[in-house]
């Protein structure tokens, strides 16, 4: 079967560039290499085709412009360099764009983003309007202002963990139902051993699923920036495990975006899963790693929540951890403070104490008030695993 013909379907594309693509060896900004890709994407529109670009490379271009000669070590420094690199990356990709009567915008994204479904929505009303408007969105972590986080999260197999824009390009897929992720790095695609020490290792050319040997081929971290293999992988299997294709290739050369466009085989073809729309939801929840309050609950609300894939209803709370309102991801834990799902909520903070431990028909005698008996519906409950 030749699976890179699905690619012929794709009709909303997610295109990811690493810093080591953006810059050459001399670490300048390639233009040439860029315009290139520029060139590819403007061809794509031609067919109809919607383009995200999820562009690395702000705080290697504020590196520059502040004439600093190594990389920042401290993270308010890293930020400084973020905040002057976004003005000046953006400039860059107006410039050549122009050239192809391309408009850009600049999107910079934090995890509340995604983990805020008021603000995940605005985000993505305005995304959908810019590509109404064909207009090509630039989109980076807003690292100028980011806290990055080390704490991870599984999902269907699936670690999680914000802080790198490949984990950001596959969450830019999923969340507004790309058909295709193509992650440019410096390497050709993922080796069958270390290219550095076997000079007979070869590109695989199609995974089926990123599993355990799978992943034990994370070799070495590619470029400068903050990913390496090992989160490509986690990116590609985010994108399959939403029903959608990932490609690992090297944006080193200025043609691959037309070779990948065009079926040539290069790079490596991760295979997408079936999956539902409820299943690509629960993934979203998921996915919102910046979840800064928990709900506790009870040892039988967990058994039905793990094994019947129950609603949470008040009667299995019993503790509140943090701010939160209606509609908010939050964090569900047992009594032994340990994270095993998460949903989005029916009522705040406050609400949930008022109502915790008391039975559903109770809530409107609590609230005043009630719209729903759950505090958060099975439909929107995500187990992590």
């Not at 400068?224 to 944006?251: D, F, H, Q, V, W």
């Not at 037309?258 to 979203?284: A, D, H, N």
Request: hydrophobic fraction near 40%; glycine fraction near 8%; charge should be positive.
């Amino acid at each position: 079967m030749n699976y890179r013909e699905k690619i012929n379907n794709a009709k909303r594309i997610v295109i990811k560039l690493g810093t080591s693509v953006l810059f050459d060896g001399n670490g300048e900004f390639s233009t040439e290499r860029i315009s290139s890709f520029a060139r590819t994407v403007s061809e794509l529109k031609k067919q109809g085709k919607e383009i995200f670009i999820v562009s690395s490379g702000s705080v290697g271009m504020g590196v520059k412009k502040l004439g600093l000669d190594k990389k920042p070590g401290s993270a308010v420094l890293k930020q400084a360099c973020a905040a002057v690199g976004q003005s000046q990356i953006i400039s860059v990709y107006q410039n050549i764009f122009n050239e192809f009567r391309i408009s850009v915008a600049q999107i910079l994204i934090t995890e509340e983003d995604f983990s805020n479904r008021d603000r995940f929505l605005n985000l993505r009303d305005t995304l959908d309007l810019l590509i109404k408007h064909n207009i090509v969105p630039i989109i980076n972590e807003n690292d100028a202002i980011s806290a990055k986080k080390s704490k991870t999260y599984q999902y269907s197999g699936v670690r999680v963990c914000f802080g790198d824009n490949d984990k950001l390009s596959a969450l830019v897929m999923s969340a507004f139902d790309a058909d295709i992720l193509v992650m440019l790095s410096d390497v050709d695609g993922l080796y069958d051993s270390d290219p550095s020490v076997n000079e007979k290792a070869r590109v695989i050319s199609v995974v089926h699923d990123v599993d355990r040997e799978i992943k034990a081929l994370c070799f070495n971290s590619c470029g400068p920036g903050r990913g390496g293999m090992r989160t490509k992988l986690e990116a590609a299997r985010i994108a399959a495990y939403s029903g959608g294709i990932a490609i690992i290739a090297n944006g080193k050369d200025d043609a691959i975006l037309e070779k990948v466009f065009s079926l040539q085989e290069v790079g490596t073809f991760f295979v997408p899963k079936e999956i539902s729309q409820s299943k690509k939801r629960k993934m979203w929840i998921a996915y919102a790693t910046t979840v800064s309050a928990q709900i506790v609950v009870n040892s039988g609300a967990k058994n039905a929540l793990l094994s019947r894939k129950a609603s949470l209803l008040p009667v299995g709370i019993t503790g509140i951890r943090g701010y939160f309102k209606k509609g908010d991801v939050v964090g569900i834990m047992d009594e032994d403070y340990n994270e095993f799902a998460r949903g989005i909520v029916n009522y705040s903070d406050i609400e949930c104490s008022k109502v915790m431990g008391k039975h559903s028909s109770k809530i409107d005698g609590c609230l005043g008030y009630g719209s729903t008996d759950e505090v958060i519906h099975s439909d929107n409950i995500a187990i992590l695993l």
